[in-house]
């Protein structure tokens, strides 16, 4: 069984300051797929980053980035430069080819960015 | 705009109701997927449909129904509502196969249902 595991419920980060958000999970597939989700309080479920299992190199989109460890299977995001707009729900998530598209969930990060 | 739409966005009823939520999405995809969020946030697949067929139920009661009568649609009808179905649903889509897999789902804005 696949599982992901968010350990910090909630976290605060001052504006324009880096945060990390951490994530491990637990798979036995060898290909496998990691995104990080954003959720605002409008609810929409936004795609933050994804990180392919094959791939050593690190993913990274514009203020954001992964720390992916596959030896340690852990996959935490970095927030650089937060803004208030980074103040959401973020969830971890996993998947893999063999899995029918089924995304696996953390428990989420409540995330707020203070002025 | 191409997207994954669900309605209604927000649905008040009384237990023992029969309701239905419609998805509809535009961008071509095969899969089509209904995830619960509880009231916790914590969310969870409860089916998915690749091209009108059931790939995935994961023991979810059988008062949930789902239809998807063209892969573009996947409609979901509980029947005899509890209090405990009071949650939000998302309707998504992906694109399945092992290089489209990394692109992620995407996911429709959510049914917050309320059973009173």
């Known amino acids: 069984a696949q599982t992901v595991t968010q350990s910090q419920p909630e976290m605060s980060v001052q504006e324009a300051e880096t945060v990390t958000l951490s994530c491990t999970y637990d798979?036995?597939?060898?290909?496998?797929?990691l995104f990080w989700y954003k959720q605002p309080p409008s609810r929409q479920m936004i795609l933050v980053i994804r990180?392919?299992?094959?791939?050593?190199q690190n993913a990274t989109e514009n203020r954001f980035s992964v720390n992916f460890q596959k030896a340690a299977k852990s996959f935490s995001l970095k927030i650089s430069d937060s803004q208030l707009g980074d103040t959401a729900m973020y969830f971890c998530a996993l998947t893999a080819p063999n899995q029918g598209g089924k995304l696996i969930f953390g428990q989420g990060t409540e995330l707020s960015v203070k002025p | 705009d191409t997207a994954v739409s669900q309605t209604p966005k927000y649905l008040v009823t009384q237990m023992g109701n029969d309701k239905s939520i419609k998805c509809e999405q535009n961008l071509g995809h095969d899969t089509m997927y209904w995830y619960k969020q509880d009231s916790k946030k914590f969310l969870k697949i409860m089916f998915s449909y690749n091209n009108k067929e059931l790939i995935i139920n994961e023991t979810v009661p059988n008062r949930f129904s789902p239809k998807s009568p063209d892969k573009a649609h996947l409609n979901l009808h509980i029947n005899s509502l509890e209090l405990g179905d009071s949650a939000v649903y998302f309707c998504a889509s992906s694109q399945p196969g092992q290089g489209a897999l990394g692109y992620g789902y995407t996911f429709g804005s959510g049914t917050r249902l309320t059973v009173v």
């Open positions: 990180q392919e299992a094959y791939k050593q």
């Open positions: 798979t036995s597939e060898s290909n496998y797929y």
